[in-house]
DNA sequence: TTTATATTCAACCATTAGGTTGAATAATAC
DNA sequence: GTATTATTCAACCTAATGGTTGAATATAAA
């Protein structure tokens, strides 16, 4: 059922996505990237309710990018680096297609030349 | 003045991920990465309306991924991988802090591991 | 010039997202 | 125990998003 997958593979993607589309969660992110911390010591630099880092957070554990562990009546955050490997793959499997449609492009190109060099015998109007 | 170039760069990063939010965006995307096409192309294969479709190239055009050139009354869309390098850029960035952070974490466990070969003298309670 | 095609613009609607405040829950500290 | 601290839950508000339909614009074809 590789329908399936790829659908489950979709709404992971679009989660990740749009957890790190979001100024606030990237620097959430950023400062879980120095290590470790707690809700409130996370939320402390912001400009806003902690509650609302608290939903911040929710929609990046939500997509995976984020873990909490419970210590007593602290929550801990970590980041789990490898959700992002899910990112870079579509990237570069997309990235892939397109460079390998460029270069497509340029070897077509190359065949023209070449035949523009054995003469351009008849043909009546250049190509476009 | 690097706080206003920082800013700027954020809300690249924030258009950029929130175009690759959508899976219908996506789904375009990865058409185009099998070349360029004209709006009805792009949209044919999907099941909702023209301007619907329309809005999303919009909005993929409004953060840099998608490129389009007029040829008569068609528009002619592409991608751009190079907004991708960002993403990729902020990925890279965030992964190299977190795991840095790592091997420092396993430097002083090796530390630790050390001090416990060298004899636990005056320790009364083992590291928690 | 009329007609058809490609695309956007504009107005609208329902749902989601990001924020607020106030109350609830759960664990620690006194 | 009672108070304090850490966190979430719930209800609410506003703005943004993803979709619709119908009309407008611009180019191409008859």
Redesign the interface.
């Known amino acids: 059922m590789i329908e399936k997958a790829a659908t489950a593979r ?1 709404a992971r ?2 989660a990740i ?2 957890a ?4 606030t969660r ?1 620097a959430i ?2 400062r ?4 470790e911390a707690r809700v409130t010591e996370v939320a402390e630099p912001f400009p806003m309710s902690l509650n609302a880092v608290s939903k911040h957070i929710r929609v990046l554990e939500a997509s995976g990018v984020v873990e909490r562990h419970r210590k007593g009546r602290d929550h801990i955050l970590s ?1 789990n ?1 490898s959700s ?1 490997d899910e ?2 793959g ?2 570069a499997r ?2 892939r ?3 390998g ?1 460029l270069d497509a492009m340029e070897g077509l190109l190359r065949e023209l030349k070449k035949d523009d060099k054995r003469g351009p015998k008849d043909r009546k109007h250049g190509p476009r």
Chains 1, 2 share one sequence.
């Open positions: 979709t993607l679009d996505f749009a790190l589309a979001d100024p990237r992110i950023e879980l990237s120095r290590g980041i680096t992002l990112v870079d579509w990237i997309t990235r297609y397109w460079e449609r």
